[in-house]
């Protein structure tokens, strides 16, 4: 045997038993007596009205019924009550968390801002300070190249006057030489 027909014989027995109950079923719907429906028959009551006093159990009854739902009414609006007053709580709880968080928020910001604002004096500071280093530098060459001219002026002209009055001094003593060479000459010629 192969295995294809170890594998039928499962589906074949099912299939065969799903025939049956199909077809039982059939025979059980066609049958004369399935075909009579007998209607259910109606019975008509005439209904006449009763009136009674209530005894006093039932109205204590009643009264302990009314109570209790009243009670209960009541409990139910103070609940209702603490419910809303909670929910109101919570609500104010949540806005002043919102107040406190835009606070925060804000104060945060003005702090950055602050920050940003000391940066920016600083980096102005440095720049001023530059600006005046920059200009003072220039200021000093300046006046040294404006200085520089005079200064040798004047070393030319104390040169001037040292170089004339060595000259004159020069003049002077030559004509001390002079002067000293004829009185000597003088004094020779007398001797």
Do not use: W
Request: glycine share 2%; proline share 3%; hydrophobic share 40%.
């Amino acid at each position: 045997m192969d295995r294809r027909g170890e594998n039928l014989v499962r589906p074949c027995v099912l299939a065969l038993g799903l025939h049956v109950i199909v077809v039982s079923s059939f025979f059980i719907a066609v049958s004369p007596e399935a075909k009579t429906i007998i209607p259910p028959q109606v019975i008509v009551m005439q209904a006449t009205e009763l009136t009674f006093a209530p005894s006093e159990a039932a109205i204590s009854r009643a009264k302990k019924q009314e109570e209790e739902t009243d009670q209960k009414l009541r409990d139910l609006e103070v609940a209702k009550q603490l419910a809303k007053e909670l929910e109101r709580k919570k609500l104010e709880d949540k806005k002043r968390q919102d107040v406190e968080l835009k606070k925060k928020a804000e104060t945060e910001r003005l702090a950055k801002e602050l920050e940003q604002k000391k940066l920016e004096d600083k980096k102005q500071a440095k720049a001023e300070a530059k600006s005046k280093a920059e200009a003072k530098s220039k200021a000093e060459a300046k006046s040294k190249a404006e200085a520089e001219p005079k200064t040798k002026a004047l070393q030319n002209e104390e040169a001037l006057l040292a170089a004339e009055k060595s000259r004159k001094s020069a003049k002077a003593e030559k004509q001390k030489q002079k002067v000293i060479e004829e009185a000597f000459k003088k004094a020779q010629a007398k001797a």
